[in-house]
């Protein structure tokens, strides 16, 4: 299976746009790029995926290298409620998603 | 529409003893998978369901099984728990199996002891 990597921790300032990187260097043709997080004492929540263009939904955008080896999760005003644990997931046609140990994302007022 | 229900929310069972957890999935999904996250490995995949047959597993022993109904609820079973099997076991539903958002439960809290 394809892996990523990310930071363990990023801090942001609230009402400020936010990047997180991940890389993912062994991706397959056929891997979608899926970004969930996971509030405290809660599930997981989708957040945005993409295969090779550049996504926007109402959360969050993902920019995705030209070569597919690397993308970014790009919240573009964080507030104190996008304080979460944020996974990028490689998948491919299924819904068999591999977590990570994700990035703890920290929203400072 | 009401979101993806899991039952129990806390359970508490002891060594040796067996489990089944429930899974009802959003109106209308046909897919459902199944999720183990305890704090040392993290979200771990278990099993996906679609039209009440397994479609995927994970690296999990056979004591982890599960099945899924005709109305798409969903259960797993783990036999023979181990301390180990301590943790938050999750329930995601989809419309269909292809690539496509999953809604995730709020998790049964599996305490063995």
């Known amino acids: 299976d394809a892996k990523t990597t990310q930071p363990n921790s990023m801090e942001s300032n609230e009402e400020e746009p936010v990047h997180l990187p991940c890389n993912h260097s062994t991706i397959s043709g056929t891997d979608y790029i899926h970004w969930y997080r996971q509030l405290p004492s809660q599930g997981p929540e989708y957040v945005i995926h993409g295969l090779t263009s550049n996504v926007n939904n109402r959360m969050a955008s993902l920019a995705i290298a030209e070569d597919r080896k690397s993308s970014t999760l790009i919240l573009h005003r964080a507030t104190l409620r996008d304080a979460a644990v944020y996974y990028c997931i490689l998948s491919r046609n299924n819904n068999d998603m591999r977590f990570g140990a994700g990035t703890r994302l920290t929203v400072k007022p | 529409k009401a979101g993806v229900t899991q039952t129990p929310r806390y359970l508490i069972k002891t060594r040796g003893q067996q489990v089944t957890l429930s899974c009802s999935p959003i109106?209308?999904?046909?897919?459902v998978s199944w999720y183990q996250q305890t704090p040392g490995q993290g979200l771990q995949f278990l099993f996906e369901?679609?039209?009440?047959?397994?479609?995927n597993k994970g690296n999990f022993p056979g004591r982890f099984s599960g099945r899924q109904f005709s109305n798409s609820r969903s259960e797993m079973n783990v036999s023979t728990l181990e301390l180990g099997d301590s943790a938050l076991y999750l329930c995601?539903?989809?419309?269909?199996?292809?690539?496509?958002?999953?809604?995730f439960g709020p998790g049964t809290r599996l305490t063995v002891l």
């Open positions: 109106s209308g999904h046909r897919s």
């Open positions: 369901y679609f039209s009440e047959t397994q479609r």
């Open positions: 995601a539903s989809s419309l269909v199996m292809t690539v496509n958002e999953q809604f």
